[in-house]
């Protein structure tokens, strides 16, 4: 894939203002199929989360035996990428592919489900979800908006970013310009950052012209196909804010409600079965292209020092604060239950993951 190809501006339209505002139009049926439309937060087959939408569209499609037919439409052909929420809760179409870190300024608990500074990660998020009771919670949440959620991916743990300046203690984070999303920005804040969302090619483009000083988007995969490693020098981690990033299919409710039985099946597995392939996709080239920046590209891999990092502990711990003290109801119940979920899983990991990991690093001949 050409990184021209998806760095192309996704530009809204009034065409797309208006139909944002459009009623729910019956679905085209042609030949005895439903056909559905997916808007998505994203350039066209984006290496990442561009590639796991046209998944998605193609499995619901084969699930449905062909029966439901989803086109995709990647950000900006039908609306912005930041638009697709309301779209789909309007009904200008019928589901899109996003994560829930875009969508706090409809609450704040919705971020809980896609990522926490700290917090879960992607398997730990799953199994939240599915055993821990965040789905009814979900849905819940989703249900205020017409729309279904489902948790289709992962990302896998993201980066602290991409830097131009060494981070040698917290007072380094003061009045720094940096690009990053959902709850990690408001643990950023906290910290005297300045704090910018924007997509993946805004980002390229601040960190070339020095309008940001550093900016986080998502991991090695991603991030190298959009070049970041040309305009910035320090490769920084961990990406604390996320330890995961779930992607999320949501649809709208009345659209749903109106597929026969085994339609909704083939929508709910589809995302289902969509969350492992896409999480070990991430971390399999992750991994590939990490190697390749730091041996072809001069990629300066870094570590946020130890004091730095639990000073963003510390105002993480703020963040979920101010989510427990909430005056709306459901996050607070929401913000509970992760943090349920989280103790009791974080207890067993020092035995399980966390004992395999540290034994694997030890000096043996293997």
């Excluded at 427990?324 to 020092?350: A, C, G, P, Q």
Aim: some cysteine.
């Amino acid at each position: 894939m050409d990184r021209r190809e998806f760095l192309k501006t996704a530009g809204a339209t009034a065409l797309t203002t208006a139909a944002l505002t459009a009623p729910l139009a019956a679905p085209a049926i042609a030949k005895g199929k439903i056909q559905w439309k997916m808007v998505t937060a994203w350039p066209k087959n984006l290496p990442g989360p561009g590639v796991a939408a046209q998944m998605l569209a193609d499995r619901i499609t084969a699930l449905s035996g062909g029966r439901l037919e989803v086109k995709l439409y990647a950000a900006g052909e039908l609306v912005p990428g930041k638009g697709v929420f309301d779209a789909v809760s309007e009904g200008t179409a019928e589901l899109y592919h996003a994560v829930p870190a875009y969508w706090g300024s409809k609450s704040k608990g919705i971020l809980l489900f896609g990522s926490q500074p700290f917090g879960l990660r992607a398997d730990e998020q799953q199994g939240w979800m599915m055993h821990g009771g965040g789905q009814a919670l979900y849905d819940e949440m989703y249900g205020r908006f017409n729309l279904k959620p489902f948790l289709c991916g992962n990302s896998g743990p993201q980066w602290a970013g991409w830097f131009n300046k060494e981070i040698k203690s917290v007072d380094d984070f003061k009045g720094l310009r940096y690009r990053t999303t959902g709850l990690a920005s408001e643990m950023c804040a906290k910290l005297g950052m300045a704090v910018q969302a924007m997509g993946g090619r805004a980002l390229f483009q601040a960190l070339q012209s020095g309008a940001l000083d550093a900016g986080e988007f998502i991991g090695p995969w991603t991030d190298s196909a959009l070049g970041f490693y040309q305009v910035a020098k320090y490769y920084y981690w961990p990406g604390v804010g996320e330890p995961s990033s779930a992607e999320e299919c949501a649809v709208n409710m009345k659209a749903y409600e109106k597929l026969p039985a085994d339609l909704q099946q083939a929508v709910m597995f589809a995302c289902q079965s969509l969350y492992n392939p896409v999480w070990t996709e991430y971390t399999t080239k992750h991994a590939l292209a990490l190697k390749k920046m730091v041996a072809e590209q001069g990629t300066q891999i870094k570590k946020l020092p130890e004091d730095v990092i639990i000073a963003m502990g510390n105002a993480a711990g703020e963040v979920i604060d101010d989510l427990r003290n909430d005056s709306d109801e459901l996050v607070k119940r929401i913000t509970e239950s992760f943090l349920t979920y989280r103790s009791s899983i974080s207890e067993y990991m020092v035995y399980a993951d966390n004992g395999q990991m540290n034994a694997r690093v030890l000096d043996y001949k293997y």
